[in-house]
């Protein structure tokens, strides 16, 4: 009797699970296109302190995350990681 909900139901969870495959991705790269001045900005003004390495990545990771926690962006430690190297990868660079 109740098959057909059932079935509704998985056939909607199909599609919302579809859906977060490919949101994510693109909700990811947003997120970085947003961030991806103030990184760039944050790792240069540390490359010309005296702080070790790990200091200038500490203290540009917290910028990074400080920035996005202002404008009410959520992002993960891992993904601040991943900007940082990308901004650190694109000074390198030279571009």
């Keep these: 009797m109740f098959v057909w909900i059932k079935n509704l139901f998985n056939g909607m969870l199909r599609i919302f699970k579809t859906f977060l495959k490919l949101a994510i991705p693109v909700a990811k790269e947003l997120i970085a296109a947003q961030l991806k001045d103030i990184a760039i900005k944050a790792v240069s003004e540390m490359s010309l302190t005296n702080l070790s390495n790990s200091e200038k990545r500490n203290a540009s990771?917290?910028?990074?995350?400080?920035?996005?926690?202002?404008?009410?962006?959520?992002?993960?430690?891992?993904?601040?990681?991943?900007?940082?190297?990308?901004?650190?990868?694109?000074?390198?660079?030279?571009?």
């Design 61 to 95: 990771f917290n910028k990074i995350g400080e920035y996005a926690k202002a404008r009410g962006i959520v992002v993960t430690d891992s993904l601040i990681s991943w900007i940082l190297e990308t901004a650190l990868q694109y000074i390198k660079g030279g571009n």
